[in-house]
């Protein structure tokens, strides 16, 4: 009996402590809306249905949290050295936090090491930065967009056929065909090129790597070359075309960023090769209208607008000193005729805010 009216004590005084624990936490705490914030969006590039998208879900969240937003970009994603400078001065303009999408992993680590050495918490959104001292990144994981890019070619090809990659670099001097013209089976980037390669963004390396670790669990499917573009879509027409030359039985072709995807979308419209099946990425206006005639079959999208929303909500709350998570992933779909009228996926592809 007494055993008994021990337990039961025992118990009332843990369901107690329990209920006061939890009467006693601290509240999650929020943005102070009543302080207007200087933040400083630089992304890889001034041009793109993908980075207006960004800028679309960045504005709505500067104004929910009063932040004053500052969007800078270069004109091309190659331009390194001018997203340095654009760090540069805003670390000079003193912005209480800076959001970044590095068009170089290694190229941006030393100028986002300067910000916070200043006391200016740096937030990687899209695409990361080989610096530890970053708050948070906020995007996709590019190495699994890369897997379901090649799950689903692999899909439209039955199993077998030689595909081409179209990948992009922010180099223009390591941009063309830099594969070896054989195959391609190895998930190495280091075996897969005659030279090394400096892919720059982070992102590139990550999606290729994934594409070729997938095809290489298929032996009867082969990658027989890798081109490379500085994210010009008329640079990725012409190596589209010399792929398609190079290589008469190719029958599957898969573009990795958006502007390499119209590129390559363009020249297979143009080239009148029927068969050929194709995987893009991201949801421009035109790619959308390639994926209902027929000439895509299926594109891997982000989900820019969240990107840029909840960049600048995090870069808010650092900014304010509240803990942020280490990593926000915003996912990727594959969008193809069969889904893509979905309610939600329309709201991915049509994020458009009143």
Same mark, same amino acid.
């Given at each position: 009996?007494?055993?008994?009216?021990?337990?039961?004590?025992?118990?009332?005084?843990?369901?107690?402590?329990?209920?006061?624990?939890?009467?006693?936490?601290?509240?999650?705490?929020?943005?102070?809306?009543?302080?207007?914030?200087?933040?400083?969006?630089?992304?890889?590039?001034?041009?793109?249905?993908?980075?207006?998208?960004?800028?679309?879900?960045? !504005?709505?969240? &500067?104004?929910?949290?009063?932040?004053?937003? *500052?969007?800078?970009?270069?004109?091309? #994603?190659?331009?390194? +050295? $001018?997203?340095?400078?654009?760090?540069?001065?805003?670390?000079?303009?003193?912005?209480?936090?800076?959001?970044?999408?590095?068009?170089?992993?290694?190229?941006?680590?030393?100028?986002?090491?300067?910000?916070?050495?200043?006391?200016?918490?740096?937030?990687?959104?899209?695409?990361?930065?080989?610096?530890?001292?970053?708050?948070?990144?906020?995007?996709?994981?590019?190495?699994?967009?890369?897997?379901?890019?090649?799950?689903?070619?692999?899909?439209?090809?039955?199993?077998?056929?030689?595909?081409?990659?179209?990948?992009?670099?922010?180099? !223009?001097?390591? &941009?063309?065909?830099?594969?070896?013209?054989? *195959?391609?089976?190895?998930?190495?980037? #280091?075996?897969?090129? +005659? $030279?090394?390669?400096?892919?720059?963004?982070?992102?590139?390396?990550?999606?290729?790597?994934?594409?070729?670790?997938?095809?290489?669990?298929?032996?009867?499917?082969?990658?027989?070359?890798?081109?490379?573009?500085?994210?010009?879509?008329?640079?990725?027409?012409?190596?589209?075309?010399?792929?398609?030359?190079?290589?008469?039985?190719?029958?599957?072709?898969?573009?990795?960023?958006?502007?390499?995807?119209?590129?390559?979308?363009?020249?297979?419209?143009?080239?009148?090769?029927?068969?050929?099946?194709?995987?893009?990425?991201?949801?421009?206006?035109?790619?959308?209208?390639?994926?209902?005639?027929?000439?895509?079959?299926?594109?891997?999208?982000?989900?820019?607008?969240?990107? $840029?929303?909840?960049?600048?909500?995090?870069?808010?709350?650092?900014?304010?000193?509240?803990?942020?998570?280490?990593?926000?992933?915003?996912?990727?779909?594959?969008?193809?005729?069969?889904?893509?009228?979905?309610?939600?996926?329309?709201?991915?592809?049509?994020?458009?805010?009143?």
């Amino acid at each position: 009996m007494k055993y008994r009216t021990l337990r039961l004590g025992l118990l009332l005084v843990a369901l107690l402590s329990l209920g006061l624990s939890s009467c006693f936490q601290a509240p999650a705490a929020r943005i102070d809306t009543n302080k207007t914030r200087s933040i400083h969006m630089i992304v890889k590039m001034s041009r793109g249905d993908y980075w207006n998208t960004v800028k679309l879900g960045a !504005e709505a969240a &500067a104004q929910e949290f009063n932040v004053k937003l *500052t969007f800078k970009a270069p004109a091309s #994603e190659s331009d390194v +050295s $001018g997203q340095i400078g654009m760090v540069e001065q805003s670390i000079k303009d003193k912005a209480d936090a800076i959001i970044l999408a590095a068009s170089s992993y290694m190229g941006l680590a030393q100028v986002v090491d300067k910000a916070s050495y200043y006391g200016i918490p740096v937030i990687s959104v899209d695409a990361e930065v080989g610096s530890a001292r970053v708050a948070t990144y906020v995007g996709s994981n590019s190495y699994e967009a890369g897997q379901k890019s090649a799950e689903r070619l692999v899909e439209l090809l039955g199993g077998h056929g030689e595909i081409g990659i179209l990948n992009f670099t922010n180099s !223009e001097s390591q &941009a063309g065909s830099i594969g070896t013209g054989d *195959t391609v089976q190895s998930a190495d980037p #280091e075996a897969a090129h +005659s $030279g090394s390669i400096d892919y720059g963004a982070r992102d590139a390396g990550e999606r290729e790597k994934g594409f070729l670790d997938y095809v290489a669990r298929f032996p009867d499917v082969h990658v027989v070359d890798i081109f490379y573009t500085p994210s010009n879509i008329e640079e990725a027409r012409k190596l589209t075309r010399l792929m398609l030359a190079k290589h008469p039985d190719l029958r599957g072709i898969a573009a990795l960023n958006e502007t390499a995807s119209q590129g390559a979308a363009e020249a297979l419209m143009e080239s009148g090769r029927a068969g050929i099946r194709m995987v893009a990425f991201d949801s421009s206006a035109s790619m959308l209208e390639m994926l209902q005639d027929g000439i895509v079959q299926a594109t891997v999208i982000q989900n820019p607008f969240s990107n $840029g929303y909840l960049a600048v909500k995090h870069a808010a709350e650092a900014a304010q000193g509240i803990r942020v998570p280490e990593r926000v992933d915003t996912g990727t779909k594959l969008i193809d005729l069969d889904n893509m009228l979905y309610p939600e996926n329309q709201k991915l592809l049509f994020p458009f805010v009143r």
